[in-house]
């Protein structure tokens, strides 16, 4: 599980980080608007700081989507109780499945 998550973390940290790059090399903190038209109240750290962890979740989310897609058939359909207390909809492992 560990494993999957920095899967989907640092990718998503590094992309995060140089979108974060790429849009405020052309976008102006100060310059942006509210949904109203108003000035944003923010310190130009506070929109880079909130930009990049929005930038980083998406990426996570696109992140987390591939791995549960490639998750094998195995991974997604095995029952991770033991036999005897498996609900039948559980799939059954091993040989005697079969």
Known sequence: MRQRLM?????AFLVAGVTE???FAVVDPDDLRGLGGESLALSRSAIYTLAFFAFW???ALSSALTTLLSA???ETQRCPMPP???PR???KEGPAAR
């Open 89 to 91: 909809e559980c799939v």
């Open 57 to 59: 979740a998406l990426c």
């Open 72 to 74: 094998s058939p195995f």
């Open 7 to 11: 899967w989907i973390a640092w990718p």
């Open 84 to 86: 005897d207390a498996r």
């Open 21 to 23: 790059m790429l849009v």
